[in-house]
């Protein structure tokens, strides 16, 4: 189960405004709804889905919701990690802490900063069923991180492309107004894609000297909380969210992490500890948990556990098992 900061759930009650219960729906997150906003307060990401459905239940143009949210979003908000985005000379660099220290207001997400022909993608990777309030809370985040480029950029900032893996909903006029650029639903992936000339412009408040102090404080965060569960777990959490996608590397798992290849290889070592078997591990337990669900086809589960072949998938449940899918679902009834 993985968690999101509570200031993403009080920015999106704001954004909703006076047509939903805020006060009730901030209620059964356990939230108090008079409370300030805390980066460091967590909620359920599942309760947090669950939360945006209702929300959306209320509203009218519930389509909306993402592009009123992503305005009201400030880099002060996340703490350090924002003083860290506002510092950072170029919004390159302003991207890169986030895709570096994100683990400090979430662990259901990463985001990865890819170079590719335009300039660089943004890239959101959650995994999870497409479910409204996942859509939702992706199109939330894309909005948001535009703003806080808009809010620190000295240049009047557009993305070349936003991009959307889940369809689209029954209007997106609000999406092209609020972005300035196409957006692509049905998309591979959900990414906004920056042009090299946008990510090398200057921040307005950028300082290399506030930037130095504040890393070692940011790393130490990031290690504090990745020092709460076990290293087993935080690997095998990290793999499972990052199957869809295909099979990780242990470079990709370090990334999600918050933490360097190098350091990932030297703590899994330290105790005794298989990358590869951990990452068969993770796709054995997904697969067994995900076959109990009748909703998930066969071939699904082989996507969902990294496989791009049936065949393949088949022959590592068996080798798991000792049953074909087909044959363990049977069995189950």
């Avoid at 240049?155 to 692509?184: D, M, N, S, W």
């Avoid at 070692?216 to 709460?228: G, S, T």
Wanted: proline share 4%; glycine share 6%; aromatic share 8%.
């Amino acid at each position: 189960m993985g968690y999101v900061t509570s200031i993403f759930a009080r920015r999106v009650v704001q954004g909703a405004g006076r047509s939903v219960d805020g006060p009730g729906l901030l209620r059964s997150l356990g939230l108090d709804p008079d409370a300030s906003l805390d980066v460091t307060q967590m909620v359920a990401e599942d309760a947090y889905y669950d939360f945006l459905e209702r929300l959306a239940g209320q509203m009218v143009s519930a389509h909306e919701l993402p592009v009123r949210v992503g305005p009201l979003m400030r880099p002060d908000d996340y703490g350090a990690l924002g003083l860290a985005w506002k510092s950072a000379p170029t919004i390159r660099q302003s991207l890169e802490r986030v895709e570096r220290f994100c683990r400090l207001w979430t662990d259901n997400m990463t985001y990865e900063l890819r170079d590719d022909e335009e300039g660089a993608l943004f890239v959101l990777h959650r995994a999870g069923e497409r479910r409204l309030g996942l859509r939702l809370s992706n199109e939330c985040t894309a909005a948001s991180a535009v703003s806080l480029i808009r809010q620190t950029s000295t240049e009047r900032f557009r993305p070349r492309r936003v991009l959307f893996k889940h369809r689209a909903p029954e209007i997106t006029t609000a999406h092209q107004r609020y972005f300035g650029c196409p957006v692509e639903f049905g998309a591979a992936l959900d990414a906004v894609s920056i042009s090299d000339e946008a990510l090398d412009r200057a921040n307005h408040l950028g300082d290399d000297a506030i930037s130095r102090f504040l890393m070692p404080h940011l790393e130490a965060e990031v290690e504090a909380i990745a020092q709460e569960d076990p290293l087993e777990l935080l690997v095998q959490r990290a793999v499972s969210r990052a199957l869809s996608e295909g099979v990780p590397k242990m470079a990709e798992i370090a990334r999600r992490m918050g933490t360097s290849e190098r350091t990932l290889q030297r703590r899994l070592a330290d105790e005794g500890l298989s990358f590869k078997n951990l990452v068969d591990e993770t796709r054995r337990r997904l697969a067994e948990s995900l076959m109990q669900q009748p909703r998930y086809s066969l071939s699904e589960v082989g996507f969902l556990t990294g496989f791009s072949e049936q065949s393949a998938f088949s022959r590592a449940f068996k080798r798991w098992t000792g049953r074909s899918p087909a044959a363990y679902r049977e069995a189950r009834g």
